[in-house]
């Protein structure tokens, strides 16, 4: 799908939609671009029209000459949370809705991995379901000591929807990824670096963390980054021969399911 086809459908989701607070930004100054979750009254939770906003981040950085990328929080404390419940909750009377959010994101995502430039993840605090999908989207991920990385979601009888799976295998192996989404418990820095999903542990800001890690990267030419980037992306296809599908069709029998359901109430619930 290119991401035309997401935009399309990610309108679609979200007309009709009141705007509510947050936003995803995106800051262009050389040598290193970022890009802001920025809902931090909701733990930086992903709206739909947040989910348009990291669209048009990622169109918007195809067409920069930059080399590298920063994907980072507002929050000092919190990476992401993850989809916007009430909005999850809202879509799950349509089970065909939460299929179109999965296509869209996944494409999104990859989009962003594929990106000619070299991109980190700075995780301060949590990263959790959809904002544990994130991470894996970028090449390197540079963690606070408290940052943690939580795929939650077999505890809302719930897989990844957002093309998280495919990548967590490539960055940890089959064995590991099945057994973090299996045991749906988080992952510290500490462990994170132990199996190969963090790169580097830093005191204090991430971000900071993340900007020293790139220096190397920025002494260089960026157009020397940029072919070795495209090099390596054409090495690694990020999707099979039988492409998204799979992994979509997994996510979309449990996205309405009972199991789904009743856990996102008990949180709701204890949210309120």
């Not at 009141?18 to 930004?25: F, K, L, Q, S, V």
């Not at 879509?91 to 994101?105: H, N």
């Amino acid at each position: 799908m290119r991401l035309r086809e997401a935009r399309r459908l990610l309108d679609g989701l979200a007309a009709g939609v009141p705007r509510e607070a947050g936003t995803i930004r995106l800051e262009l100054q050389k040598p290193i671009a970022k890009v802001i979750i920025d809902n931090t009254t909701v733990r930086n939770a992903i709206t739909l029209h947040m989910m348009l906003d990291l669209l048009n981040a990622v169109e918007q950085l195809w067409k920069w000459d930059g080399a590298a990328v920063i994907l980072c929080s507002a929050d000092p404390n919190f990476f992401c949370a993850g989809g916007h419940l009430k909005q999850v909750k809202t879509a799950l009377a349509e089970p065909d809705k939460g299929r179109c959010m999965a296509m869209a994101m996944a494409t999104v995502l990859d989009q962003f991995m594929g990106l000619p430039m070299v991109t980190v993840a700075a995780v301060n605090g949590l990263a959790i379901g959809g904002g544990a999908e994130l991470v894996t989207a970028c090449d390197h991920r540079v963690a606070s000591t408290e940052g943690q990385i939580h795929f939650v979601h077999g505890r809302l009888g719930l897989a990844p929807g957002w093309g998280g799976t495919g990548r967590l295998v490539a960055h940890v192996g089959r064995r590991r990824a099945l057994r973090i989404l299996t045991t749906a418990l988080p992952i510290n820095a500490v462990e994170g670096e132990r199996i190969g999903l963090v790169d580097q542990i830093v005191e204090g800001s991430a971000i900071a963390g993340a900007e020293r890690f790139l220096e190397p990267v920025c002494a260089l030419p960026p157009s020397a980054v940029r072919a070795a980037k495209l090099q390596v992306a054409a090495g690694y296809h990020l999707r099979t021969s039988r492409g998204l599908f799979p992994e979509t069709d997994a996510f979309t029998a449990v996205w309405a399911g009972d199991d789904h359901r009743n856990a996102l109430t008990m949180v709701l619930q204890r949210m309120s």
